[in-house]
């Protein structure tokens, strides 16, 4: 049996969707014995799979069995040895700063288009952009 590496990710439940297990694998933040891999690699057992899921934690697995269809919760750590360190601890500061920057009040209604236009500039503004 041969299973995406795409596939097997979603299967086991690394990342939420097949399509997130596939943006990372483009994003090269998935690697198969040392090497980036695209989401169309097929996966053989023993394989050892590093995904990186948030910025500060990669997951560590060693594949044990394939499979290509979701299993209950229950099944799913048969499909891989898991060597990956702990996860970090949430930092609060950051759950923060990831909150939308524009609060609008209930009942606001859409923002005009000027209002969208300076809330994008905002939400896409670098500070450190200018440093040259």
């Known amino acids: 049996m041969e299973v995406r590496i795409d596939k ?11 399509s997130l297990a596939s943006r990372a694998c ?5 690697r198969v014995n040392g090497a980036a891999v695209k989401p169309h690699r097929l ?3 023993g394989d050892r799979v590093e995904a990186e899921v948030t910025a500060d934690w990669t997951r560590v697995l060693v594949v044990r069995e394939l499979a290509d ?4 919760k229950a099944e799913v750590p048969r499909l891989f040895e898991d060597l990956s360190p702990p996860r970090p601890a949430a930092d609060p500061l ?3 700063m990831r909150r939308p920057p524009v609060a609008r009040e209930r009942g606001a209604g859409r923002p005009t288009k000027k209002q969208r236009r300076e809330i994008e500039s905002f939400e896409s503004f670098d500070p450190g952009a200018d440093e040259d």
């Open 69 to 72: 269809r979701t299993l209950p």
């Open 94 to 96: 950051q759950r923060l």
């Open 26 to 30: 483009q994003l090269s933040r998935v």
């Open 43 to 45: 996966l053989a057992v």
């Open 8 to 18: 097997w990710l979603h299967v086991a439940r690394v990342f939420k969707t097949r």
